[in-house]
């Protein structure tokens, strides 16, 4: 029988296998720090300060000057409101409820239609977002696509880009991201045991009570992690509404990316810019822990 190691050498063992298995994540975790932490970090220092792309020789320190200014600006409080109906419109309801109805119906579909949907669909996921934006800009315009088919059915029409910006570029990005959620609930839907919905249905559950009864449950984390993804994804659009309206009309569709932008590049303020970068990144984040704990609570 060989003798028990020591216990320094148990620890210098030990130490040892920790290191190798390490030693694989080491590479990522450096890219990491370089190109991910690095420029953050930098970006939280700029905040602070009173940076400005011309007319000044160099910056100086000034605190949370930058955050106040912010919450006491009407136009980012207006941005703030605008960047939460703009996510819950086309996130948390249009992207989120239209993925999953179209990966359920899709299940029942036959193999030609279900092979249209998709590539339709996947096809607008998968456009460049400035050239989403010009598509949807044609469509929505005054003399556009969706004025155009309502004048044929004799409805009235209107200047969607000028009267209701933010719901079209709600809409543009409902349009431009379901995909992503069809796929997750897809995949999702796939794992659920046919005899438990056999079972079910044989109990005369109907499609409404097996569809909140049985698949909404055994979906949860699934919802959960889709949910975090589209939220943040849908947080940093900025292509999309810069193409459809660039803020606009009167700042009714700005929604805290393209204000950031218009502060930092267009006023030349980078340290107010990047502080209100920093404020997005904060309610980004917000939403992650949220998501996060909502997926460790049991059903």
Not at 142 to 152: C, P, S, V, Y
Not at 154 to 172: D, M
Request: proline share 5%; with cysteine.
């Amino acid at each position: 029988m060989k003798p028990a190691p020591s216990l320094p050498r148990a620890r210098s063992l030990h130490r040892l296998r920790s290191l190798t298995r390490a030693l694989p994540v080491t590479p990522a975790a450096i890219l990491l720090v370089l190109f991910l932490a690095g420029p953050i970090a930098y970006c939280a220092y700029i905040a602070f300060t009173d940076l400005q792309l011309t007319g000044q020789a160099e910056d100086s320190f000034v605190g949370f000057d930058n955050f106040r200014t912010a919450f006491d600006d009407e136009a980012f409080r207006n941005a703030v409101r605008l960047t939460l109906v703009f996510t819950v419109i086309s996130a948390l309801i249009g992207q989120n409820t239209l993925g999953l109805a179209l990966a359920a119906l899709m299940r029942r579909a036959s193999k030609p239609v279900r092979t249209l949907v998709g590539a339709i669909v996947i096809t607008a996921w998968v456009l460049p977002e400035v050239v989403a934006g010009f598509l949807l800009y044609a469509f929505f315009r005054r003399e556009g696509t969706l004025n155009a088919i309502l004048d044929w059915l004799h409805l009235p029409s209107q200047n969607w880009l000028f009267t209701l910006p933010i719901l079209a570029v709600s809409f543009a990005n409902v349009w431009r991201g379901t995909a992503f959620s069809m796929l997750v609930y897809s995949a999702a839907l796939g794992e659920i045991p046919k005899e438990i919905t056999e079972a079910a249905e044989v109990d005369g559950a109907g499609g409404w009570r097996r569809m909140w009864h049985i698949t909404l449950p055994m979906i949860r984390r699934s919802i959960g992690t889709n949910l975090m993804l589209i939220t943040l994804q849908t947080l940093s659009v900025f292509g999309l509404i810069w193409v459809m309206t660039r803020g606009g009309p009167g700042g009714r569709s700005q929604t805290l990316p393209l204000f950031m932008y218009e502060e930092a590049f267009q006023k030349s303020m980078i340290g107010y810019g990047t502080a209100v970068a920093l404020l997005l990144l904060v309610v980004g984040s917000l939403f992650s822990v949220v998501y996060l704990r909502l997926l460790r609570t049991e059903v």
